[in-house]
């Protein structure tokens, strides 16, 4: 405490002194005009750079915009040609004999033999009609997997509800799977509900 009083005490006795008084008033004017300076040189670049800012955020946002509207407008183009597909898939009326003949060419095409199959009609909702099938297949992984990958271009709406893979005790290379799926079509009252 002692110490920071001598020094208050020094620099009191120093400004009595008329050269130091104007000193310090000197410096104390130059470094006033300093800072007005700064800010007159600062102010009016650092408002420009808002400016900046504000326009490259708004080009940004409507750069953003337009991006997302076209993504949304592909998007239900998109939609709208899978819905069109649906409908025609549904519109085909693929029965059992159809599925047992197109399961048998695609198990074919991929090198994959049909051990079992089974079918089963579901109840009749209001304007879709179901058929399960369960699969019981046997081959390489590739050619289940080459299988799999047609059944969206069958003729007909057909969606793999389970699989199950296991390595078959004949080979190494065998694959043994088991699929359930589901064929959807309309049901024969039509898709407008109007009996045909």
Known sequence: MKRADDVLSRL?????????????????????????????WWGPMKLEQWKYQEVLESKRKAWLDSKRALELSQGGRKASATVALLETKLDSQLNQAEAVQIISRLAAKHGVRVLSQSFEAAKKQERVATLFIDLTLLG?????????????????????????????????????GQLTLAAY????SGRDGSLQ
């Open 140 to 176: 390489s992984y590739q050619g289940m997997r080459g299988m799999l990958e047609d059944l969206p271009n069958m003729r007909g709406w057909v969606e793999v509800l389970e699989a199950a893979f296991d390595s078959a005790l004949i080979g190494g290379a065998q694959v043994k």
């Open 12 to 40: 009191r006795y120093g400004m009595r002194h008329p050269v130091v008084r104007a000193g310090g008033i000197l410096a104390l004017t130059l470094s006033l005009c300093a800072l007005l300076a700064l800010f007159a």
């Open 185 to 188: 079509r309309y049901a024969q």
